[in-house]
Every structure is written in C-alpha cells, then in structure tokens.
C-alpha cells in the first residue's frame, strides 16, 4: 500500500428535509451573509429555493441570489459572482443544485481570496492561497463536488475547461436529501452514475494494491450498477436514489484513492482528461462524454495490465473464466451493456459527434496542453495516445 493523504472535512447531514439547517450551519460557521448560487430553474420550479431562503431568514443570515449557473459551468458566471459577492460583503457560498453549482460557488470562493484573475488559477498559472467557506444542498447525484477537493470551469472565449484540485475548496458542510433528487431526468441520472463509477474506477484502474480500498471499489460500483436502472425506471424510489448519492459522494471525497498509486499520481484519470476536452470544446454531459470514451480508452490500455481488468470483470461484472486477457474484454463488453441499458452512448457518434482530422488533431494538443504533459497511470498516455484514443472512440 501507498503512503497517501486523506482529506474528508466536509459535514454531512443526510436524509428527508435536511436542506432546512443550512441557515444554521452557516451560522455556526461564521456566515453572517451569504451569496445563494444556483442554476438553469430547477430549484426554482421544485420551490427549493424558497424553502432555502426561509432557511436563511429564519436563521438571521441575510443573503443575495445569483442563478443561471449552465452545465459545464463558465468563468464568465464566477466573474459576475466574485464581483456580486465584493459588492455585497458575501462570506459565506451557499450552493444549491448539482456539480456545475457547486463548482461555481467553489471557484467564486477562490476568486475572492485572490486578486488577479480567477482564470490564472485555472490555467494553473498559481495555486489558490485561500478561499471564502462553502456548503452546498445536492439536487443532483454525480460529480461528488460535494466532497471533492475539485473545482472544474469552462472558458468559453478558448473552449478549454480546467480543473483546480485543492483541499481549500472541500465544502464545509454538504446537504444530501435524495427526495431533492426525484425530479432529476433519466438522462442526467444515467449521466450521473456513469460519472460516480468513473470516480471510483479512475482510481481503480491504477498501479498498486490496497486490498480494503480495492474492495471499497468494487462494492461502490456494483451498488451503482444495481441501483441506477431502479432511480431511472422509478424515479421516486427513495432507497436508490439515497445509494446513488452517497456512493456519489464516497467515489470522489479520496476514499476510493487511499493507498493506490502509479506514475507519482493517484489514480489514472485519462477518461476524465479525454472527456474535459470534449465538453470544453463541443459542451456535451460530463457522464455521457465519460461513458462515450471509455469503451476506446480500456481496450487501448488493457494489454498493459490484463490482470486489473480481470480482477475488475470477475469481481464487479460477474464474468467467469480463467484466462485474464478474455476476461477482460468480457468484462468491458459487460460494462459496455450495461452502459446502453441505461442510456448512455458507448462511442462519439451514439454521443452526437462526428470529428474530422482537424477536430482530433487539436482534441489531442489541448489534452496534452499543447503537448507538454502526458496523462493516465495504468497506461501512460502522450499526445499521440491520446489522439488514437479519440479516433478509436468514434
Ligand atoms: O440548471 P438546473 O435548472 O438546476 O438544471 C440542471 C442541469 O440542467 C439539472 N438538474 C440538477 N438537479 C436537478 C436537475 N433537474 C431536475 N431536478 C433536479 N433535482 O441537471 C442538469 C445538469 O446539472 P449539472 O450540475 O451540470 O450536472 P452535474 O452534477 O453532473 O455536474 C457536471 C459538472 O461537474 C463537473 C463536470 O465536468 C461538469 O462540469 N465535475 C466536477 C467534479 C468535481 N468538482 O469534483 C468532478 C467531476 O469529474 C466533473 O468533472
Ligand atoms: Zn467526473
């Protein structure tokens, strides 16, 4: 096992009507004045976000509101946030709705404890030195931003999205009521399990061994495999919704890290760099592009470790047989099935794009950063992989 750092801080409080204490939370966590981030209107029409005000008043903490966060959430939105937020005297970040929100909410904490652009952080141009204390209400289980120590923002004057990983970021207190979730679409909850299984497998399919967090893994994505197609065909079943948004959250808070390693780095993470490109430049869903890559991605990189892929076709996907090599493509093969019952496309086209030469070409040099990094652990991955995987996943 691997040296490893493991930082869970976030509070959770989880259950039917727990969006209610936020007004106290805050409170107590200093907040005196909070700027209430949210999205495109689905916390409006459900009437969360009056429930969510009435918590704020009720609890003595004034507020401001700003909306219209979109998927694959822009820089432009933190711009307007960060300045709202100066202009009003904001200290704490109340986000309600799903990763985009709380993404925002985290990289407007970073812009305000930073004098610059906030973009420069993004570029990794420096490290964020502070940040201003965020909670959050999920509507959504996916991206566990929740826990994570993530902020992921796209720019739309250059089609990039980058992420800022640090532990400065980590919400302070996370309201996780899956009644919240009964009204996200089949779509966004097949999107979204897909991504909390790629939380877990990024991880998984890495160098190393750490038996506990290896069986962590394995247990997290089969409960996501069993209770995803139970939320999509009964989209008020409280028991999957309630397993899909905690293994949310326990797939990206490190948990299903510990002790992995391979190339100086936790975890793989080439699917989740593949897929930023594709939605920085074309604006798909994070999951869909997740699911749509990986197909190409695993059989690219199997023949490197036969064995991992085998543990995780026997173990996860049920696949029987003694020769690791056709386990592991049954294994893919499975996982693959399991993807289209949901929903989800298994390749570019099924995802709704068709790349010319040109559109490989520059996916590949903004995946590399212009050809000064390489990514991915089981395998790892320069400019040239990483068009080939692209190609290959059309
Ligand atoms: O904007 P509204 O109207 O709220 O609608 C949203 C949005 O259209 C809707 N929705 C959310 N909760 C709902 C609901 N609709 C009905 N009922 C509800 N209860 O769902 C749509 C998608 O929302 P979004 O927040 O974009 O989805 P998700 O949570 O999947 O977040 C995706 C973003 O997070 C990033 C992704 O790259 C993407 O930008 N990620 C963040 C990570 C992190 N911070 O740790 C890790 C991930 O790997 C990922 O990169
Ligand atoms: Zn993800």
Partial sequence: MENFHYCAPTRVEFGRGVETLAGELIRGFGGTKAL??????????????????????A??????????????????????????????G???????????????????????????????LYEHKCAPKGSTPTGCVLTLAATGSEMSDSSVISNEENGKKRGVNNDLCRCRFALLNPELTYTVPAYQTAAGSADIISHTMERYFSHGTS??????????????????PRAIKNPEDYDARAALMWAG??????????????????????????E??????????????????????????MPSDPARFARFARNVMGVDGADDTAA?????????????EIGMPTNLRE?????????????AYNCSFQGTRDIGSIRVLEQADMREIYRLAQ
């Fill in 90 to 120: 904001v200290d704490f970040l109340l986000a309600v709705g799903g990763g985009s929100v709380i993404d925002s909410a985290k990289a407007i904490g970073y812009g305000l404890a930073y004098d610059g652009d906030v973009w420069d």
């Fill in 249 to 274: 959250s326990l797939s990206h808070n490190g948990l299903t890290g510990c002790g992995r390693g391979g190339h100086g780095r936790v975890g793989d993470w080439a699917c989740h760099q593949l």
């Fill in 351 to 363: 995802l709704g794009l068709t790349l010319d030469e040109k559109q490989l070409d520059a996916l």
């Fill in 276 to 301: 930023h490109e594709l939605s920085g430049m074309f604006d798909v869903t994070h999951g869909a592009g997740l699911a749509a890559i990986w197909g190409a991605w695993s059989r690219y990189v």
């Fill in 59 to 88: 609890a003595g903490v004034a507020h401001v509101e700003l909306g219209g966060v979109v998927p694959n959430p822009r820089v432009s939105k933190v711009r307007e946030g960060i300045e709202l937020c100066r202009r009003e």
């Fill in 211 to 228: 038996e506990p967090t290896d069986s962590l893994a394995e247990a997290l994505i089969r409960t996501v495999l069993e209770m995803a």
């Fill in 328 to 340: 592991a493509f049954a294994g893919i093969e499975a996982y693959e099935r399991f993807l289209r």
């Fill in 36 to 57: 209430l981030h949210y999205g495109g209107g689905s916390v409006v029409r459900s009437g969360l976000l009056d429930r969510m005000i009435a918590s704020l008043e």
